[in-house]
């Protein structure tokens, strides 16, 4: 690729996408008529979600089993069993066998729900044969959307719950009968079709249909204007550009990967022709894409899974998640300042940069849908209508200008590639159902907590650095929404115990389970920013890390004052809080790249460092330590920049 190209091609960006992101090996068919069988199914979806969504949800059973009964079908047509050796122009016999065996198996749910509640909810022959299929269907979904770690976990829970009289230990419990596993996993709304697919059927799938009407109306184009237009002139003006955009335009697709490609096509061949290295480049997109999830007011998937796992209004973890995430960026911001500056680097032509002005008056009315989603969330409603009006707004907004107009042709495309975007996170939420089913069927969620609790010895900065650990390695290879839905089973109840705030301790799971899309040696993000970077994997993903250095940090710093999620203290406390947290993540931005005022030595490096980390303590004396850390380092610089001395070049 060419260094001197202004985006990179759509061919580049598809093959990247397929690459590093299993959800997108999607099928391309050659016939018109499976095109038009997915096209119906997937409006026929999306139409569903929007009438109940509006006029009132079915019975949890049946709300459910219809979303992912469709969600099944869609799969087996449009996602192959093995990308090289099967079809990709058509389904196979096999595909549409198990696609209308998903219709059949949810389907039964549907039209024998009486039937099966006056049974109280006993497991007959036909619930077995029919439940062993559907469990048979969403692995085989699950691999074919997320690769094998997912359903080998599911499996693995399967076996504990059978075979528990087998296992030695505190992790031994006595056996389930396979019929007793049927009635959990396929008849109740404790397994399969648990509170996470309950998110997806209600929540998830609205907010990406909105993200899909939102890119239909031309979103993107605002976005990437109004960025340029804020940053562009400033030093290293292109990755700033990246940090603004990819910031608001994940946060409406909620994709890591896929915001990496749609944004990181426009903005990396910039960053690097102004002077940032590749893999600096590919891992600034990666960072910035990655923290998306945590930017209010739409944030990833799991976020509403969190609320609903909680009992936590949406509208107030959307508010507790602001401070955090300005921070994150805040130390993002910092970063790619110091290394422009350092490597002395300057912003793009004035000619090149649109007038803020003429973008607000061409596209600026579509910030109203998101202005209209808070103001539904702030004031107490449920998320599932704040999509519903906020789309609707949306159709409405963008037919006041030409620009944004949207034709039928444009909404039902848009009703396609919602239903199929949707696809891969449904079936995450699904499948994360044998682990939920099988924790809340044995002692194994207690057990976890004990056993934590019992490692650390009961100390909470060792705790938390277990949670960390733990949710990074779920996460390797895994969707955010199930790493963060198994790592809070099994350690958000440790936290609480050991009296951290509930919403704080799942926030903190929530982080790790995000940021391990950016961990190697499986980071995918900043895998696929590589790709279109032109620039070693390895090294842009240790980039990318160091990058997001301040949101590893944050994470412990909301923990130990709770009072930064501004929804858990006084306003007093939380200036208090996020003063020294504004000074510690800008401390620690200057250090990773070594540069304040001029380049740092070593000394300088060290002590930045220090001052940082010790911002993170909520402590009165911690953070004069902080401030005298700023102060001393600033008064060496500027003796030496009196001086006229200089140091050897770092940054990344």
């Known amino acids: 690729m060419n260094e001197q190209e202004s985006v990179i091609s759509k061919e580049k960006q598809q093959e990247i996408l397929k690459k590093y992101s299993s959800e997108s090996n999607y099928r391309e068919f050659d016939s018109k008529f499976w095109f038009y069988v997915v096209a119906v199914v997937a409006i026929g979806l999306s139409l569903f979600h929007l009438y109940t969504s509006g006029f009132g949800l079915l019975l949890a059973i049946k709300q459910r089993s219809i979303h992912l009964g469709a969600v099944l079908f869609l799969v087996f047509l449009l996602y192959p069993a093995n990308k090289k050796r099967s079809p990709m122009g058509k389904p196979t016999v096999f595909d549409v066998l198990f696609a209308l065996l998903s219709a059949i198996t949810c389907g039964y749910l549907v039209f024998f729900f009486e039937n099966i509640a006056m049974r109280a909810g006993m497991a007959n022959s036909t619930d077995i044969i029919l439940g062993t299929m559907l469990m048979l269907l969403v692995l085989e979904a699950a691999r074919r959307t997320m690769g094998m770690i997912l359903p080998v976990l599911a499996i693995t829970c399967v076996f504990y ?217 702030v004031n107490g409603f449920s998320a599932m209508y704040a999509a519903f009006y906020g789309l609707l707004s949306t159709l409405l907004v963008a037919s006041l200008r030409k620009e944004t107009r949207m034709t039928l042709s444009q909404i039902v495309n848009a009703m396609i590639v919602g239903g199929r975007t949707a696809l891969a996170v449904a079936v995450a939420c699904a499948v994360v159902g044998f682990v939920i089913g099988v924790v809340s069927l044995t002692s194994v969620g207690v057990v976890f907590t004990d056993s934590i609790l019992s490692f650390t010895d009961g100390m909470l900065v060792p705790t938390l650095i ?64 590589a790709g279109l970077a032109g620039a070693p994997v390895f090294s842009t993903g240790w980039a990318a890390l160091r990058l997001a250095m301040g949101g590893f940090i944050i994470p412990y710093m909301f923990v130990l004052e709770p009072a930064l999620l501004i929804v858990r203290g006084s306003p007093v406390e939380t200036l208090l809080g996020v003063v020294p947290a504004i000074l510690g993540v800008i401390l620690l931005g200057c250090a990773v790249i070594g540069y304040f005022r001029v380049n740092c030595n070593a000394f300088e490096r060290i002590v930045l460092f220090i001052g940082a980390f010790a911002l993170i303590i909520p402590e009165l004396a911690t953070d004069l330590t902080g401030l005298a850390v700023t102060v001393l380092v600033y008064l060496l610089q500027s003796r030496r920049m009196m001086g006229g001395k200089s140091v050897g070049q770092n940054g990344m």
């Open 161 to 377: 719950a059978m075979c528990g009289e087998w296992i030695p230990g505190v992790f031994g419990h006595m056996n389930f009968t396979y019929p007793r596993i049927i009635e959990q996993m396929y008849i109740s709304t404790e397994g399969i079709f648990s509170i996470a697919l309950g998110v997806s059927a209600q929540y998830i799938f609205l907010f990406v249909l909105f993200g899909s009407f939102m890119a239909a109306s031309g979103m993107g184009r605002l976005i990437n204007d109004g960025s340029m237009a804020l940053a562009g002139k400033s030093p290293g003006g292109p990755a700033k550009v990246a940090i603004l955009g990819s910031s608001i335009m994940a946060t409406i697709n909620g994709a890591a990967v896929a915001n990496v490609v749609t944004t990181g096509a426009f903005t990396i061949p910039l960053m690097k022709k102004i002077g940032y290295k590749p893999r600096f480049a590919g891992a600034v997109e990666a960072t910035s894409s990655c923290g998306g999830q945590i930017m209010p007011p739409v944030m990833g998937a799991a976020a509403f899974v969190l609320a609903e796992l909680t009992g936590i209004p949406y509208g107030t973890v959307m508010i507790a998640a602001i401070v955090p995430a300005l921070l994150y960026y805040l130390a993002v911001w910092t970063m790619v300042d110091r290394e422009a500056r350092r490597l002395e680097l300057q912003g793009l032509n004035m000619s090149d940069i649109p007038r803020l002005k003429d973008v607000l008056k061409a596209r600026g009315h579509m910030l109203f849908p998101l202005l209209v989603i808070v103001a539904i969330l």
């Open 466 to 529: 277990l949670t960390m650990l733990a949710c990074i390695i779920l996460g390797m290879g895994l969707p955010t929404t199930p790493a963060y839905i198994m790592a809070a089973t099994i350690a958000v109840p440790a936290l609480i115990a050991l009296g951290v705030d509930a919403l704080a301790a799942n926030l903190f799971v929530f982080y790790y389970a995000i940021l391990s899309t950016l961990t190697p040696p499986v980071a995918i993000a900043a895998y696929a920013a």
